[in-house]
């Protein structure tokens, strides 16, 4: 997930599996690579976009679109279908 606030990229990786992973803030103008997180730096920003998120984000349920489920469930169709 990422937010964009002007020059601020806020990144949070691996939430499926972690959901209280710490954000990552980047400053685009002085590190356009990305390479420097300064979340520690700017607590008001991370604050910020915590605030977006919550308001903003609608999490997309699709299970069609989770390959592994789907090939886990194409599995066990498959396994049920030669029981029979």
Known sequence: MAVRIENWKAVKTGIRKNPGTAWQLYDL????????????????LIKKVAEIVKKEHTPTVRPEWDIFNLARNTNQTKKESNEN
């Open 29 to 44: 103008t002085s590190d356009p690579q990305e390479k420097t997180d300064v979340a520690g730096q700017h607590p008001e």
